[in-house]
Structure formats: C-alpha cells, structure tokens
C-alpha cells in the first residue's frame, strides 16, 4: 500500500471529503493500492461544519500529523487541497517540494500566473514531479471535439474568481496554447469573456453564478457541435492522479497549465474593466 499526505487548509471541505472515494474506486479500476494514510491542515476547525483534523482523520481512517513536516516524511505521495484558497498553494509547495515526492497540488493552481511559474520554478529546482488541473480537463465531451479551432463554453459556480478556472481548462485543453488576450462583457447576471489568439482560433467563456451547466459548442463540419458535459470527471482526473503517482510523469504539457493561470488572471481583469481587451501574463 501507498501512503498518500493530504494537506488542507482547513479538512472537511468537498474535495477533501470526496477524494477519499474515488481514490479507492481509481484504485479498483487501475489496479493499484494508494489510500489517504495521512493529513495535515493549517487550521484545525474547518469554518464550513466545524469538523477538526482529528474528526476528519477518525471518519477518513487517516492520521493526523502534528506538522508539515512530518506528513511529507511519513508519505509515500503528496496531494495538497486548499481548492478554494490558491494563495495557500506557494507557502505550502515550499515546504512540500523539497522533499522530491510526486505532488498533485488541486485547482485552482496558483492565485496569479507569476505564483504558478514560481511553483513550477520550485518543482524543477528539486526535480519533484508536480502536475495540476481542473476535473473538466478530463470530460471525455472534449474528446469529441478534439481539434477544433472556435470553441464557447459556459459554467457556473458562487464566483468567477474560483470557477472561470474550469472553463478556461476547457478552452486549453481544446484550443491548446498561445491565446493572447481577453475582453469581458457584462449582460446582467451573465459575463462573457472572449478570448482572442493571432490565427484563426477563438473562444468565448460565459459565466454566471449558480445558474449555468457546464456546456460547450465546437465548430464541426457542416453544423456545430454542442454537449452539455456530463461525464464522469472527477473519477477521471484521480484516475490520472494515480497514474501519475505510478509513473512520475504528467498526461500533457505543464505549459498549458501555466496558460490556464494566464487566461484565468487575464478573465479576472478584464472582468472589473468591461470591455478593455487584458495582455495575458
């Protein structure tokens, strides 16, 4: 068996009560033996239910680690959490990398595209295998529009702060790198963001908060293609996790993941200035 570390800003949180799971149905489905043997969280009481690092622990069959530290030791691989707190990403990848265990650090990635260079910078300065994505990454309804050059995509979430990340994942993995800029337009409730690249490649990304579905709509020969995205994501991505624990490498480029932070912090932008066209970083 293979000792996984969680590292949390606060435990029981979605992700941190989900992963659990689908890391024993990946397991099933891979054939390999990874469970969560260890976890360590900044704060002791998540401010959600109230749950401490103990009580998580107990219900998890995880224990808990006094320090940092110590669950890097103890572990055999690392995944550090904080989905909903980015900035905590840096200060906990400097302690973590170091150690060269391969670490999936979960999205949003990094709070800026300079931090998520930094981190990377760190990974490759301690040779530690280091990958992160979005779940929609791995809708396999991407798959049927592999190669197309204009894509809209459309999603939801309590802020475009913490899900324009999921869209943007999309529109990378499809469109791949080398998009330029952005430009926001506000319509209500609704925010589209267009993103611009120098060829014939386009995109849109239409957020609204907890309104929207997941959908995307491809160019494809004599009709468009559209699909509301309905896969299985999330088994998808920690099936990829633990391949990726197996194998030390990552399924794609990490420049794409580099250019996610870009087009996310570029969104964020042009977002508080409708209709100015933002440099990506």
Known sequence: MK????????????????YPKWIAQANEVLGTDYQVAYAWAELDVSPRDGVTTVQWCEKYGATPCATLRELC????????????DPDKHLPYAKQVLPFGKPTYIDKTFAPDTATAREIFSLAQKYGTPLFSSSALR??????????????????????????????????????????????AMQMGLLSVFEVAY??????????????????????????????????DFFAALLQDILRFYET????????????????????????????EWVALS
């Open 138 to 183: 791995y809708a396999t309804e991407l798959d049927e529009i592999a190669g197309s050059r204009r894509l809209a995509v459309t999603g939801s979430g309590h802020s475009a702060e913490e899900y324009i990340v999921h869209q943007a994942e999309m529109v990378v993995k499809t469109l791949q790198t080398g998009a330029k800029k952005v430009r």
């Open 3 to 18: 000792k996984i570390g969680f590292v949390d800003f606060y435990l029981s949180e979605w992700h941190a009560n989900n």
């Open 198 to 231: 120098d060829d014939d490649r386009a995109a849109t990304m239409t957020f609204s908060p907890n309104a929207l579905p997941f959908t995307l709509l491809a160019e494809g020969g004599e009709k468009p293609r559209w699909r509301q995205v309905k896969s």
């Open 248 to 275: 030390a490498t990552v399924s794609f480029d990490l420049a794409q993941t580099v250019e996610v932070m870009a087009m996310r912090e570029a969104a964020l932008t042009a977002y508080n200035t409708p209709g």
């Open 73 to 84: 030791e103890k572990s055999d691989v690392i995944l550090v959490l904080a989905p909903s």
